[in-house]
């Protein structure tokens, strides 16, 4: 199965923008479905946003919408999440995970986000 590894995350001003990628090896990225996850501390892990595999389908949360646009590059095997607009509630571990019928849903790592007022 893919291994998924995350990196982007860092320190960034209220109203910054963020780049995140999602690199996938040992597997076929574009037979995945992806999508993005974060979990601030003491929260649950919240969805933001999919992506089918050949990116003809998106879904973000309602949290996402309007500021986080997701994007996949088959070719690289690396999935996007371009954030704009930070705010402080954004802080969290950002998650990437990939899903495909009859397998296990695959996480990354985590990448921290960290957004200051």
């Known amino acids: 199965q893919v291994q998924l590894v995350e990196s982007g995350g860092g320190l960034v001003q209220a109203g910054g923008s963020l780049r995140l990628s999602c690199a996938a090896s040992?597997?076929?990225?574009?037979?995945?479905?992806m999508g993005w996850f974060r979990q601030a501390p003491g929260k649950e892990r919240e969805a933001l946003t999919r992506i089918s595999r050949s990116s003809d389908s998106t879904y973000y949360a309602d949290s996402a919408k309007g500021r986080f646009t997701v994007s996949r590059d088959n070719a690289k095997s690396t999935l996007y999440l371009h954030m704009n607009s930070l705010k402080p509630e954004d802080t969290a571990v950002y998650y990437c995970a990939g899903d495909r019928p009859g397998a296990p849903r695959v996480w990354g790592q985590g990448t921290q986000v960290t957004v200051s007022s």
């Open positions: 040992g597997g076929t990225f574009s037979t995945y479905d």
